[in-house]
C-alpha cells in the first residue's frame, strides 16, 4: 500500500506527530560532585550537552510533545531486587549510591527544570526506558510519529531507548549534540556506525528546523 | 523437563518468591465524594473489600513483596493524548474528572498508606498495569514466581493485568475478597467463569496460609 | 491537541488503516473430531460463527489487512516448558493434545484457509496474541488503526488480544457473529458488559459498511 | 533479600536452566549467492562463525534449550508495511530481496539444519527478536535464567535482542566466536565497549564449560 503522508529524509515533520525525549538529565550524571558525573564528564564538555539540551527545550515547548525521562530507584534500592539478580551497569549504580529518589543526585538538573508543558516519564528501571514505564502509551494517544532522543549515554540507555522505538514502528532521531557517552569512541560508533542503520543523526537546531 | 521446584493447587509458596499487587485503592474509587465511587460502592460494602485489603496488606508486609498501584493522569490530563484516541472507559474517567496527580481523588486511602516495605508503582494508564509501568521488572528482579491481585475494578483492570502476569508465566491468583466490579454478576463472572482458566481463586487469608 | 482524522462511534472508517484478525480458525475447535470441539460446537451453531467468519473474510480480502492468527504447539510440546508452569488453560490444550503442528487438528480449516492476500501470523502461544507473535509489528508498519477481533474463545483469546490492542492505541472492534464462547452466558458477558468499555461491538456486516 | 541460587561470573549453571540463541543463521548472510552474503562474510571468515556455531549447537542439543531463529518475510513483502514507513535497515533487507520465505536464501544453513531438539523461533521481523516472537514465553515457561547469543550482526540483532534479554531480568552470554559484524571494529566495540556492560562475553567453549 501506498500512504501519501510518508516521510523520506530531509522532509519536514509535523511538530503535532512529534516527540522529544530527554533520557537522565539528573545531577547524578550532569553536575560536579553527582555519583557519576565523572565518567561522563569530559564528554558533556565537549559536546555542550547541557546548554544544547536546555536550548531544545526551551524551543520545543509547546510545539511538540517534551519527554522528561529519569531513572530512579527507591532510597534504599528495594526496588532493585534480590542480590546477583542485576547485572554489571546497574550494578555499578547501586555502588555509587546514585539515582535515588528524594536525593539531590537523583533531581533533573535545573537547566531541564519540568514545567507544565512537559510530562515527566515514571518508572524507568531498565536500558530501554520503554521496558519499564508508559512511554508507549503517551507516544500512541499524543499520535506521535517522529521521536528524537537526547541524554545519556549515547550508547547505553539513549540508543537502546530508540531501538525499541524503531521496533516500535516509530521514525527516530539522535539529537547528537544533546547527548554524551563515556568516550568520544563511543559516541563516535552510535553517531556514524549504528544510528544510521534506524534513522537519522542531526544537531537540535537541524532537528527543529524540521518540524512544522 | 521435570523441575522439582513446581507449584500444584493447594501447595505451599515460599513468601520470599510472592508479591501481591494493590490495584487502584485511591478515594476516587474507595470513597464518599471520590469522583468514580457510586459505580462501584455497593459491591465494596458488599465485599467489605477496604478491610480485607488493608488486613491483607498489613499481614503481608515484610513477608512477600507488596506493591501498591494507582492510577493517575496529570491534572490537565496532557497525558491523555489527542482528542478521541482514548476508549470508551478512558473517556469516562476524563468526564468524571477522575484519578489527576496531585487531588485527595488520585491519592491512595488512608487504609492503604503506602510504607517504606511496600513499593509504590508508577505509571499506570492502562489496562493491564504490566503495559505502563516497570511491574514486570519489579517482579522479575525480585525472584517472584506468584502474584496475588487485589483491588478495582474486579474484571477490567484487576483480570487484565493477571491476564496479562499468566501471559508471562506467572502463577496468578484473586484475592476474592479484596477486590469489587461495578455488579455482583461481573464479580461472579470473574470468580467463577474466567479467573479458573488461569488460576487460583480465594480469600487473602487463604492465600496468607499458604505462605511459607 | 486536536486531531482532525478522529473516528467517533458510528463514522467511516479508511479501509487501508483498518484489520480484520481471525483468531483460532483451527480444526482442533471448529469441526466434529476436533480435540475441543464439543467446548465450543453448540455455540458455533447458534452463531453460526463458521460461515459468517468466512463471509467476512472473503469480503474484506484486499480491502483491509486480514490477518489469520493460529495457536500451534510442536507436536510433542516440547514448546510449552517445564511440568507445571503453564496455568489451568493451557493444561486442558495439552491433555486434549490439540493444536499440535503438522496435524489435521491444528491447521486452518478450509473455510478460512489462507491465501496470498492473508498473512498468518505465527507464534501464538498465549492468550494475548500480542504478547507471542509480531502482530504489532504487522499493524504498525501497515498504518493500522482500527482492529476488528473475530475467532475462539470471545472471552479468553478474542477479548484478551482485544484488551492488549485497546491498550496499545488502536481502536478495537468484536465482531459478534465471528466469534463463540463455551457457554451463550459467556458469549454475552463479553458482547453487553465488558466490550463496550473499550469498544463496539456489531456484526461483521455491519463492520464492512463502516469501511471507505 | 538474598537468594542462594544466584550466580557469580565464572560460576557454574544449570544447563536447565540455559538457552542459547542462534539468530539468522540463513544463506542469505552465511552462504556464497546469499543476498546480503558481501557486508558480512570477511567476518565471518575471519571469526570462524559458521564453524564454531555448528560446533556449539552439536554439544549443546539436548543439555539446554537450544532456539533457532531466522527472520524472514513473506516472499512479496506484504507483511513489510506501507511504503516508507520501515527505516534503513529494513530497506536494504528489501532492496536486496532477501529473507523471503520458500527461498533458498531466506532457509536456514544445513550446518544449523533444526532437528527435534531445537525449537525455530517464528516471527522475527525487528531488531529484538522478543518484540516481533515468542521467545519471552519459551524462555519463562522452559524455567530458563542464562541466554547466550549467537549470530548476526553481532552490533545489530544480536545485541539488541541481548539488550532487551538483560532488561527482562536474565544473565546474557555473547558467544563471540559465534557471531560476525560487518566490520572487525563493530565486533570489537560490542566486545569490549558495550556488552561487558550487560554481561560475559567469551566462546563457545568456554560458555559449554560452565554449563552442569
Known sequence: MVHSHILSVGDLMKASETAIVFIEFQNDFCKEGGALYDVVKEQIALQRTIKNAA???????????????????????????CEGVLGPIHMNVLKAKAFRKGTWGGAIIDELKPTDKDIVVEGKRTLDAFHSSNMDFLLRVNCIKHVAFAGFLTNVCVEGTARSAYDKGYKVFLLK????????????????????????????????????
Open 55 to 81: 536550548d531544545c527545550i526551551e524551543k520545543a515547548r509547546g510545539r511538540c510533545l517534551t519527554l522528561i525521562v529519569p531513572i530512579v530507584f527507591e532510597g534504599d534500592y528495594r526496588d532493585a531486587g
Open 177 to 212: 549534540d544533546c547527548t554524551a557517552a563515556m568516550s568520544a569512541e563511543e559516541q563516535k560508533y552510535v553517531e556514524e556506525k549504528f544510528f544510521p542503520l534506524v534513522g537519522e543523526v542531526l544537531t537540535h537546531d537541524e532537528f527543529l528546523s524540521r518540524l512544522e
